[in-house]
């Protein structure tokens, strides 16, 4: 399970970080609003690299950008695994998505924490980081299904009560 994983989590988030960064350019085709550089300072300062005053390096700031939208793919990849997929569990890692991102740039002093952003900024990181999380999400859903039912959903089958989008398991799968 690890190692499908691992491919298929770095598949999932390196498809919803291009579908990030694509509705990012247009939603700043619209808003005029420029290219944010906290990716790249936040790697350079966790990697012990000197930062440039104004604008950092453009393959700096793309390393940290699809990096963790690959690494954290890995991580939606195994919930999708474990039978954690749809809707509720792409809100989930939303939730860690955010988190990450906050632990990073906080730690590091290139971030501040979002209860002090401007509420616009807010929005505008939240839809983003939404919209990654759900690209992610329907990316390692549909990977793993290839692969079956997650011990979680087949566990579901086997209490009474519980909901569960596969039919009972056969007898020798029990």
Do not use: C
Not at 44 to 52: C, H, N, V
Not at 113 to 131: G, N
Request: hydrophobic residues 40%; aromatic residues 4%.
């Amino acid at each position: 399970m690890m190692k499908r994983s691992l491919q298929q989590g770095l598949v999932a988030g390196a498809a919803g970080g291009l579908v990030m960064t694509l509705g990012e350019k247009i939603e700043q085709t619209l808003t005029r609003r420029p290219d944010s550089h906290v990716p790249a300072r936040t790697l350079l300062r966790l990697t012990g690299q000197p930062e440039r005053p104004g604008k950092q390096p453009l393959l700096v700031n793309w390393a940290m950008h699809f990096g963790q939208a690959a690494l954290l793919g890995i991580v939606r990849s195994v919930m999708a695994q474990a039978g954690l997929r749809g809707p509720l569990a792409s809100a989930q890692f939303a939730v860690l998505r955010l988190t990450n991102d906050q632990i990073l740039e906080n730690a590091t002093g290139v971030g501040a924490p979002p209860s002090t952003w401007p509420r616009k900024e807010l929005a505008v990181d939240l839809m983003h980081k939404t919209v990654y999380a759900f690209v992610t999400g329907a990316v390692a859903d549909a990977l793993a299904a290839r692969g079956g039912t997650g011990p979680g959903q087949r566990h579901a089958t086997l209490r009474p009560g519980r909901h569960s989008d596969v039919g009972p398991l056969p007898p020798e799968r029990r």
